[in-house]
């Protein structure tokens, strides 16, 4: 089975939830004995310097991409307030990526062409002109729904008004693309209903990120004597993470300060903003962006995930997880992964509920190391890498046996 994916990020280094989705979501495919490419918009904001392919990439066919400029631009925001089409979509449509896609379809016959998120949907007509090819979408999010949630907590009125009119621009655009997949991939079940209240009639498989054997061979930590510190780390140029972390910090931190005042915050992302590498805070700690994430989880007994919006699924939660950390973080970041609280992590909504989270966690070892235990032994069992690509080549090789008939 030839397949290509679409991803509107070059999917490396393997630092962020949406590239380690599609990196393990791409070996596991493989193992399936898949040939997998890749074309991959190489945009300012996660921009691959290197000049050739990372060896953690080895397990594609063919890896291509094409370098785009989408950087948010005053005066083409301000003119997209006059017209009908999404900002958020307008800014991954590229001539140079059409070329090169079409390029690819018309040397290759590829059996399914996989869209990584709602953002190349305005590819499909290039796809559906030059192949004959199954069109999936991954569903990493349902897009609009994140920033529903973003204007909802944005206290600027003007901002608020400007973000809820590009948010319904985007939600037209996701409800209308709907019916242009032959499979639809949400990463949670949640997802999936979400999009059937919206719609959606294509076939779907429900495709979570899975954890690979690397991480699941870690040894758990020790919490014989457990140091107290927090770790967080995640994509700081994704809104959701930098509106919870910042209001971590506003609103939490100061209270486990007084009740823990020898507890430490560590900080780690990818394109950390100036105010944070600036802060100024006893007990926190901002190192950037970290040269790997398994070190930087693994050497904190903690690790927070406050979001207040997004949607999906945590990929660093399953990896805290699977570390055998215990992931304290709200029911936002929590949706999609049917951990239980206070048996695989610690779900905590207000500042008051973090700190008796803190202090039920710190109050016995023996709890802590059962619930990491737990923790650890729950995503090995339910988000397998393997089992996840065996479940998705399934569903594929019926669509074009289906298809063939």
Same mark, same amino acid.
């Given at each position: 089975?030839?397949?290509?994916?679409?991803?509107?990020?070059?999917?490396?280094?393997?630092?962020?939830?949406?590239?380690?989705?599609?990196?393990?979501?791409?070996?596991?495919?493989?193992?399936?004995?898949?040939?997998?490419?890749?074309?991959?918009? /190489?945009?300012?904001?996660?921009?691959?310097?290197?000049?050739?392919?990372?060896?953690?990439?080895?397990?594609?066919?063919?890896?291509?991409?094409?370098?785009?400029?989408?950087?948010?631009?005053?005066?083409?925001?301000?003119?997209?307030?006059?017209?009908?089409?999404?900002?958020?979509?307008?800014?991954? !449509?590229?001539?140079?990526?059409?070329?090169?896609?079409?390029?690819?379809?018309?040397? /290759?016959?590829?059996?399914?062409?996989?869209?990584?998120?709602?953002?190349?949907?305005?590819?499909?007509?290039?796809?559906?002109?030059?192949?004959?090819?199954?069109?999936?979408?991954?569903?990493?999010?349902?897009?609009?729904?994140?920033?529903?949630?973003?204007?909802?907590?944005?206290? /600027?009125?003007?901002?608020?008004?400007?973000?809820?009119?590009?948010?319904?621009?985007?939600?037209?655009?996701?409800?209308?693309?709907?019916?242009?997949?032959?499979?639809?991939?949400? !990463?949670?079940?949640?997802?999936?209903?979400?999009?059937?209240?919206?719609?959606?009639?294509?076939?779907?498989?429900?495709?979570?990120?899975?954890?690979?054997?690397?991480?699941?061979?870690?040894?758990?930590?020790?919490?014989?004597?457990?140091?107290?510190?927090?770790?967080?780390?995640?994509?700081?140029?994704?809104?959701?993470?930098?509106?919870?972390?910042?209001?971590?910090?506003?609103?939490?931190?100061?209270?486990?300060?007084?009740?823990?005042?020898?507890?430490?915050?560590?900080?780690?992302?990818?394109?950390?903003?100036?105010?944070?590498?600036?802060? /100024?805070?006893?007990?926190?700690?901002?190192?950037?962006?970290?040269?790997?994430?398994?070190?930087?989880?693994?050497?904190?007994?903690?690790?927070?995930?406050?979001?207040?919006?997004?949607?999906?699924?945590?990929?660093?939660?399953?990896?805290?997880?699977?570390?055998?950390?215990?992931?304290?973080?709200?029911?936002?970041?929590?949706?999609?992964?049917?951990?239980?609280?206070?048996?695989?992590?610690?779900?905590?909504?207000?500042?008051?509920?973090?700190?008796?989270?803190?202090?039920?966690?710190?109050?016995?070892?023996?709890?802590?190391?059962?619930?990491?235990?737990?923790?650890?032994?729950?995503?090995?069992?339910?988000?397998?890498?393997?089992?996840?690509?065996?479940?998705?080549?399934?569903?594929?090789?019926?669509?074009?046996?289906?298809?063939?008939?």
């Amino acid at each position: 089975m030839k397949i290509l994916l679409l991803c509107k990020k070059f999917p490396y280094p393997l630092k962020d939830g949406e590239s380690i989705a599609i990196h393990n979501l791409s070996q596991a495919l493989t193992a399936q004995g898949c040939q997998v490419s890749i074309l991959a918009m /190489n945009t300012k904001k996660h921009f691959f310097q290197g000049s050739g392919v990372p060896k953690e990439m080895s397990h594609y066919h063919q890896v291509e991409t094409v370098e785009i400029d989408n950087r948010i631009k005053p005066m083409a925001a301000f003119g997209n307030l006059f017209s009908s089409e999404s900002y958020h979509i307008s800014r991954f !449509i590229s001539a140079g990526f059409t070329a090169k896609l079409e390029q690819m379809l018309q040397h /290759n016959s590829y059996d399914v062409v996989q869209l990584e998120t709602l953002y190349l949907a305005p590819y499909i007509p290039s796809i559906r002109k030059y192949s004959d090819a199954l069109v999936s979408m991954r569903a990493h999010n349902v897009e609009h729904e994140i920033w529903e949630r973003i204007s909802s907590h944005t206290s /600027n009125i003007m901002k608020r008004w400007y973000l809820r009119h590009l948010t319904e621009k985007l939600k037209r655009f996701e409800l209308a693309s709907l019916h242009l997949y032959d499979l639809i991939i949400p !990463i949670t079940k949640r997802d999936l209903r979400r999009f059937q209240k919206m719609g959606c009639k294509a076939k779907a498989v429900v495709t979570p990120i899975g954890i690979s054997s690397t991480i699941q061979s870690q040894k758990p930590t020790n919490y014989k004597h457990p140091k107290k510190s927090i770790s967080f780390i995640g994509s700081l140029d994704w809104m959701p993470n930098i509106e919870g972390l910042d209001w971590f910090i506003r609103k939490v931190w100061p209270g486990i300060q007084d009740v823990f005042p020898d507890m430490e915050l560590h900080i780690a992302g990818r394109n950390t903003p100036q105010h944070l590498l600036d802060l /100024n805070i006893p007990n926190i700690f901002v190192h950037g962006e970290v040269p790997e994430s398994v070190p930087f989880i693994d050497a904190h007994p903690l690790m927070i995930v406050p979001l207040l919006s997004g949607s999906g699924m945590r990929a660093k939660i399953l990896e805290g997880m699977a570390l055998g950390k215990i992931v304290l973080t709200t029911s936002i970041g929590l949706e999609g992964i049917s951990a239980t609280n206070k048996e695989e992590v610690i779900v905590a909504n207000t500042p008051d509920q973090f700190i008796d989270s803190l202090k039920y966690i710190f109050k016995s070892p023996q709890r802590q190391k059962r619930i990491a235990a737990q923790a650890k032994a729950f995503v090995l069992n339910e988000y397998d890498n393997i089992e996840v690509g065996k479940r998705l080549y399934e569903a594929y090789a019926s669509q074009l046996l289906t298809a063939a008939v």
